[in-house]
């Protein structure tokens, strides 16, 4: 164990699977209390689409991912707080949009790309010194953001007709939230895969909320699952050459599992009744 922490490339994987277990499992709770879930799936293949046009364009791949992920969620948010369309109407046309873009730019791309593949079934081990870099100066934006209005997006999150009767800018606070998601996806990505990545920032916070009525030990819960979640993927992935992305979200998959078995809100449903 203490040899393989020896090489470099598993240090910046742990440090990145740190840094992403704790981003996407705060913003989880956002997202989970929210009822936001869908609209990560939906984001998330849109930044596939930015990193799959920048590679065929010769660009920054990430600086497309961003692109992408922003314009999603802001279309998507705009049209549902209008009322033009529900969110999850739209969030469906932009997934298979959005998927059908990054078909189509993977087609139009002469060669075989494998990176391209990395960044949809994500591949932790390869983070590189820049990607930890970019990973570790969103993250902490993401962070220090929430932090910041912390109090506002928990207003809003409980009852937003009430935060905006009380004079909280509701529709720029939402709009800046969904610009945290996109964030936290895109920083998420070549980690765990856009396939994935969803379900690292839904299920730590979906655990922790079968864990506890509080909001404070829902953050805390779902922070240290988000966690205890990536690291053990690093390590199985390594230990068994598995997909560290597969790994990982299987992991946190079965503590969710065990959550709802054991959940003290409602008692263990192993319990008998007469």
């Known amino acids: 164990m203490f040899e393989m922490l020896s090489y470099e490339f598993m240090q910046r994987a742990l440090i990145a699977s740190v840094i992403i277990g704790v981003v996407c499992a705060i913003i989880g709770v956002f997202v989970i209390?929210?009822?936001?879930?869908?609209?990560?799936?939906?984001?998330?293949?849109?930044?596939?689409?930015?990193?799959?046009?920048?590679?065929?364009?010769?660009?920054?791949p990430l600086a497309f991912a961003i692109l992408f992920s922003l314009i999603t969620v802001w279309i998507v948010g705009y049209l549902s707080r209008q009322g033009y369309l529900k969110l999850d109407?739209?969030?469906?046309?932009?997934?298979?949009?959005?998927?059908?873009?990054?078909v189509l730019f993977i087609g139009l791309m002469k060669i075989y790309n494998a990176e391209v593949y990395g960044y949809l079934f994500g591949s932790i081990l390869s983070v590189t010194k820049t990607d930890?870099?970019?990973?570790?100066?969103?993250?902490?934006?993401?962070?220090?953001?929430?932090?910041?209005?912390?109090?506002?997006?928990?207003?809003?999150?409980?009852d937003e007709e009430m935060a905006r009767a009380s004079g909280i800018p509701t529709g720029w606070l939402s709009f800046l939230l969904l610009t945290l998601i996109a964030f936290t996806i895109?920083?998420?990505?070549?980690?765990?895969g856009a396939i994935l990545v969803f379900a690292l920032i839904v299920?730590?916070?979906?655990?922790?909320?079968?864990?506890?009525?509080?909001?404070?030990r829902m953050f805390l819960y779902s922070a240290l699952i988000g966690v205890g979640s990536s690291v053990a993927g690093v390590f199985i992935s390594y230990w068994f050459d598995l997909?560290?992305?597969?790994?990982?979200?299987?992991?946190?998959?079965?503590?969710?599992?065990l959550s709802v078995i054991f959940s003290p809100k409602r008692g263990s449903i192993l319990t008998f009744h007469e």
């Open 203 to 216: 299920t730590p916070a979906a655990t922790a909320y079968q864990l506890t009525y509080s909001m404070i």
């Open 33 to 60: 209390l929210k009822n936001l879930t869908f609209i990560g799936a939906g984001t998330s293949h849109a930044a596939f689409a930015g990193v799959t046009l920048g590679y065929l364009l010769g660009v920054s």
């Open 89 to 102: 109407a739209s969030v469906g046309i932009f997934y298979s949009l959005t998927m059908a873009l990054a």
């Open 132 to 158: 930890l870099a970019i990973i570790l100066g969103l993250g902490t934006v993401v962070l220090f953001i929430v932090y910041l209005f912390f109090k506002e997006f928990h207003f809003i999150t409980f």
């Open 186 to 192: 895109v920083i998420s990505l070549k980690s765990v």
């Open 243 to 257: 997909p560290s992305g597969a790994t990982t979200v299987l992991f946190v998959s079965a503590v969710f599992s």
